[in-house]
């Protein structure tokens, strides 16, 4: 079945990079997205990679994808204290009607936490 | 533009009793979702419908139900509430394959 798999925690000093790692089994996925969730709220959608893309640069975000070993990276570059929260990795599989229609497996979710 | 709203934020119910958690979006999108989100468990998916008048389960769709009432709204029910149902439940919305899914603020439900 697909998994998707996040390490747990990650702790940074403000100021530097931030790497969050994930790896996915599906290898028909054609979109893996990156989620943020602060405290409380809801999903925020950071950014998402193509499969036959290798890098993808958003100001301070560059995402890596190694189709080949399935692994997915997110890098916050100059990482803020607000950049606290859990980061989900998603990856889009198909619909049991096809089509356009893709279902979302998350992993669990890494904690980042930025100290001062 | 509010995206996806979602009804109540938060919910106290007593083990047996039923309710409905209501989503609606206002993006015009085609498909919808409903997650729950436990600690330690990421989000897994309930339900989902690719479009109007179309459901389907996902993971963990045992003891729930959902309706699919409009391009809009996505309701999902709990027919009989259990401890087991206490949960952050979360709505969602895509327009397509590709674009990722938005996603409401949450319900936090505690079943008692």
């Known amino acids: 079945g697909e998994d998707v798999e996040q390490s747990l925690f990650l702790s940074v000093r403000e100021g530097d990079s931030s790497v969050i790692n994930c790896t996915y089994t599906d290898s028909s996925s054609t979109y893996l997205y990156w989620y943020k969730q602060e405290p409380g709220a809801g999903l925020q959608l950071l950014t998402y990679i193509f499969s036959n893309m290798d890098m993808k640069q958003d100001q301070r975000l560059t995402v890596l994808l190694n189709k080949k070993d399935k692994h997915l990276s997110l890098r916050i570059a100059d990482t803020q204290t607000g950049d606290s929260a859990i980061y989900f990795c998603?990856?889009?599989?198909?619909?049991?009607?096809?089509?356009?229609?893709?279902?979302?497996?998350f992993g669990k979710g890494t904690k980042l936490s930025v100290k001062p | 533009n509010a995206g996806v709203t979602q009804t109540p934020k938060f919910q106290v119910l007593k083990t047996g009793q039923s309710m409905t958690l209501q989503c609606a979006q206002d993006?015009?999108?085609?498909?919808m979702y409903w997650y729950r989100q436990d600690p330690g468990m990421g989000l897994r998916l309930i339900y989902y419908?690719?479009?109007?008048?179309?459901?389907d389960k996902g993971e963990v769709p045992n003891g729930y139900n959902v309706s699919r009432l409009n391009k809009r709204e996505f309701s999902l029910r709990l027919e009989s509430a259990a401890p087991s149902q206490t949960s952050v439940y979360f709505c969602a919305s895509s327009p397509d394959r590709g674009r990722g899914a938005f996603f409401g603020q949450g319900t936090r439900l505690t079943v008692v």
């Open positions: 993006m015009n999108h085609n498909s």
């Open positions: 419908s690719a479009s109007e008048g179309t459901t």
């Open positions: 998603a990856e889009s599989i198909s619909g049991r009607n096809g089509g356009s229609q893709g279902n979302l497996i």
